[in-house]
């Protein structure tokens, strides 16, 4: 069993910028060799993807988050981080992340860290 759990998330205005980390926990054996997710979601919305990093550090992210936010990944540390910059109000969700495994892409979801951007 692989626990996550989501920090970093705050409170920020319009420009501003948050780091997210999320840390692997239990069994984390070949932990590097799944992809890493971070997924968002709004109250009455569905969650939407954000961004993933593969086991050679492949990026991937949505539209929306392009050339704004970061991901990266330190596999000896078990800990994927999201660096968030130059916010926007419709960036204020809830943030997870999850874990793809052998049994198929986000197996695992953390409890999710709250993003808040105010203009």
């Known amino acids: 069993q692989v626990r996550l759990q989501e920090s970093g998330g705050g409170s920020v205005q319009a420009g501003g910028s948050l780091r997210l980390s999320c840390a692997a926990s239990g069994d984390t054996r070949c932990n590097y060799d799944y992809d890493m997710n971070w997924y968002r979601q709004t109250p009455g919305h569905e969650r939407e993807f954000v961004s993933s990093?593969?086991?050679?550090?492949?990026?991937t992210y949505a539209d929306s988050v392009k050339g704004r936010f970061t991901i990266s990944r330190d596999n000896a540390k078990n800990t994927v981080y999201l660096q968030l910059n130059n916010l926007e109000t419709e960036d204020t969700a809830m943030y997870y992340c999850?874990?793809?495994?052998?049994?198929?892409?986000?197996?695992?979801w953390g409890q999710g860290t709250q993003v808040t951007v105010s203009s």
């Open positions: 999850a874990k793809d495994s052998v049994l198929g892409p986000s197996t695992y």
């Open positions: 990093i593969d086991r050679r550090g492949v990026a």
